[in-house]
């Protein structure tokens, strides 16, 4: 299953209050490494960016309302998730966002259970320490200049960064695989034979390594 690194921007904090989300952005994994799919849109709200949210992201209400509404991106959207893992920090926020959003569209809310959320993951494996996006890319020392306001794609490219180091994977899994080395597999056995192309040398290469120490190898180098 693929991986989908995912984001979002609001008008505010809670649903409860009505806000609404501005932004969506995602990114695709497959075996951690980033693919060229993407999905990114801009949203009308419908609603007022509060003061507190233009300070994080900079969205005014001007530039927002040129953007489509999330009922014209929704089915796009759901589509670029569909059968995949999401990796979101802080999971909660971002998902009661989406969905209201579905909801109010009266569509299915997004399956929790292929969710992983690497706030918590950060929080387990460094507890009592800072675990917001900007203190992880710290810690790792992931560059996050680019992040002067909190943008849905950025922020994205960061997660998938800090998430391949949570999981203490250094760097992306790439399958090298081929024809040419199936011979070096290990066996499914018990036994976990190991399994190589033995290479015997013929007798003139054999006569020629006899000269070679006997006539090249006279002084102790030890």
């Given at each position: 299953m693929k991986d989908v690194v995912l984001d979002t921007e609001t008008t505010g904090l809670s649903v409860q209050d009505g806000h609404r989300v501005v932004e969506i952005g995602c990114i695709e994994l497959e075996n951690l490494v980033p693919t060229k799919n993407q999905f990114h849109c801009y949203l009308n709200?419908?609603?007022?960016?509060?003061?507190k949210a233009l300070k994080i992201h900079?969205?005014?209400?001007?530039?927002?309302?040129?953007?489509?509404?999330?009922?014209?991106?929704?089915?796009?959207?759901?589509?670029?998730?569909?059968?995949k893992n999401l990796i979101i920090h802080n999971a909660e926020f971002d998902l009661s966002h989406l969905n209201n959003e579905l909801a109010l569209l009266g569509k299915n809310k997004i399956n929790e259970k292929n969710v992983i959320d690497t706030l918590a993951l950060a929080r387990d494996k460094f507890p009592g320490s800072p675990t917001s996006l900007d203190a992880l890319c710290k810690r790792y020392?992931?560059?996050n200049s680019k992040?002067?306001?909190?943008?849905?794609l950025v922020d994205c490219d960061l997660l998938s960064k800090v998430y391949i180091n949570l999981l203490d994977q250094k760097e992306p899994k790439l399958n090298f695989q081929t024809?040419?080395?199936?011979?070096?597999?290990?066996?499914?056995?018990?036994?976990?034979?190991?399994?190589k192309k033995i290479i015997t040398p013929s007798p003139e290469e054999l006569k020629l390594?006899?000269?070679y120490l006997k006539n090249k190898m006279k002084k102790n180098f030890f």
């Amino acid at each position: 299953m693929k991986d989908v690194v995912l984001d979002t921007e609001t008008t505010g904090l809670s649903v409860q209050d009505g806000h609404r989300v501005v932004e969506i952005g995602c990114i695709e994994l497959e075996n951690l490494v980033p693919t060229k799919n993407q999905f990114h849109c801009y949203l009308n709200p419908e609603r007022k960016v509060s003061e507190k949210a233009l300070k994080i992201h900079g969205y005014t209400d001007e530039f927002l309302l040129k953007q489509k509404k999330f009922s014209e991106v929704v089915d796009d959207f759901l589509n670029f998730i569909e059968n995949k893992n999401l990796i979101i920090h802080n999971a909660e926020f971002d998902l009661s966002h989406l969905n209201n959003e579905l909801a109010l569209l009266g569509k299915n809310k997004i399956n929790e259970k292929n969710v992983i959320d690497t706030l918590a993951l950060a929080r387990d494996k460094f507890p009592g320490s800072p675990t917001s996006l900007d203190a992880l890319c710290k810690r790792y020392r992931i560059d996050n200049s680019k992040r002067t306001k909190h943008t849905a794609l950025v922020d994205c490219d960061l997660l998938s960064k800090v998430y391949i180091n949570l999981l203490d994977q250094k760097e992306p899994k790439l399958n090298f695989q081929t024809q040419e080395n199936i011979d070096l597999n290990i066996s499914s056995n018990k036994d976990k034979v190991y399994h190589k192309k033995i290479i015997t040398p013929s007798p003139e290469e054999l006569k020629l390594h006899k000269e070679y120490l006997k006539n090249k190898m006279k002084k102790n180098f030890f």
